[in-house]
């Protein structure tokens, strides 16, 4: 049934290049895009919905999107209703990365292309989505670990770091953490002495913190966030303490989001790791082609680089999100 809908828009749209069919009646065929946005936990996913949705009128594309509150049960009934509903292409963005077998086997039963958007999925049958757009988060943690280590040269004495890590489960907590590490233990003097999830939010990075400051004190040398929003709450607790962020403790953290860029210039975040949200255009671009009938690259790597506070003040104006 979808199939046959692309292949009419193919049809179409040659027919009309070839001018056998008047482009008014293509003009009446939107294309409908399903997407599930995790939810609104930090300010990487605010700029991350804002591209999409922009992108899409830009491209006139009818985007149905689903906020699911940071549930995956959520994602999986916005899916269901995006099949039912019989749209063009289904995107998601999946909170974790297991758990989404049967429902992605179902999009694949009913002939709609699956796009994943930001974050893998942990499911073996790769023909389960058509590609694959977004950041590669096991370089961005590899990144951290060596501007580090590069930081850390020529230190002799132990190095205590404390992690606080993205949501349970999900992608760019898993590869962040592994990238990281990966790193560091080429030298025995970098230890991770706490490691626990602060949920991608400045609530639960300030929180953490707290209770990481109020375990370890004055041991702690470094602090290693999954992301901006949660190294910005950890600042705050590090102030609370009495303690002087970026200098009494070294911050790295993930994301380059404009909020970092002020802490930078603040003096108070010591070096943000890029992942950029502007997926929206490579998105809408990617599903035109698949309407169009068109073979799209299983995986687009987001290119990023490492904002250091010393070129924060200069880069910041330039900052699109
Ligand atoms: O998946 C990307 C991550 O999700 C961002 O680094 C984080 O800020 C967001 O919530």
Same mark, same amino acid.
């Given at each position: 049934m979808k199939l046959q809908r692309r292949t009419l828009f193919a049809a179409m749209a040659a027919a009309s290049l070839a001018g056998t069919w008047p482009l008014s009646v293509l003009a009446q065929k939107k294309i409908v895009l399903g997407f599930s946005q995790i939810g609104a936990e930090s300010e990487w996913r605010t700029a991350n919905s804002e591209s999409i949705k922009s992108a899409a009128k830009e491209a006139g594309i009818e985007l149905k999107?689903?906020?699911a509150q940071q549930k995956q049960e959520n994602q999986i009934k916005a899916i269901r209703s995006f099949i039912a509903q019989k749209v063009d292409v289904?995107?998601?963005?999946?909170?974790?990365?297991?758990?989404?077998?049967?429902v992605l086997r179902e999009a694949k039963a009913a002939k709609i292309p699956v796009i994943l958007s930001d974050r893998a999925?942990?499911?073996?049958?790769?023909?389960?989505?058509?590609?694959?757009?977004?950041?590669?988060? #096991? %370089?961005?943690?590899?990144?951290? /670990?060596?501007? *580090?280590?590069?930081?850390?040269?020529?230190?002799?004495?132990?190095?205590? $770091?404390?992690e606080l890590q993205g949501t349970v489960g999900s992608a760019p907590a898993i590869d962040r953490k592994k990238g990281f590490e990966?790193?560091?233990?080429?030298?025995?003097?970098?230890?991770v002495i706490r490691s626990q999830t602060g949920d991608f939010t400045r609530a639960k990075?300030?929180?953490?913190?707290?209770?990481?400051?109020?375990?370890?004190?004055?041991?702690i040398n470094v602090l290693y966030a999954h992301n901006d929003d949660m190294a910005i709450g950890a600042i705050q607790a590090i102030e609370e303490a009495g303690m002087k962020p970026a200098k009494d403790?070294?911050?790295?953290?993930?994301d380059a989001v404009k909020g970092a860029f002020e802490a930078m210039i603040a003096g108070k975040l010591n070096v943000? #790791? %890029?992942?950029?949200?502007?997926? /929206?255009?490579? *998105?809408?671009?990617a599903v035109k082609d698949l309407v169009a009938g068109k073979t $799209?690259?299983?995986?687009?790597?987001?290119?990023?680089g490492i904002f250091p506070m010393e070129v924060a003040a200069k880069e910041f104006p330039k900052r699109k999100y």
């Open positions: 999107f689903s906020d289904i995107a998601f963005s999946p909170v974790v990365e297991s758990g989404w077998g049967t999925v942990d499911e073996k049958d790769d023909s389960l989505w058509v590609s694959f757009m977004g950041s590669d988060f #096991v %370089e961005e943690g590899r990144r951290a /670990g060596r501007w *580090l280590v590069d930081k850390m040269k020529g230190q002799t004495g132990t190095v205590n $770091i404390v990966e790193i560091i233990k080429a030298d025995p003097k970098f230890k990075g300030k929180e953490v913190m707290e209770a990481f400051l109020k375990a370890e004190g004055k041991k403790i070294t911050i790295i953290s993930i943000s #790791v %890029e992942c950029s949200p502007l997926l /929206g255009p490579q *998105l809408m671009n $799209i690259p299983k995986r687009i790597v987001t290119e990023e």
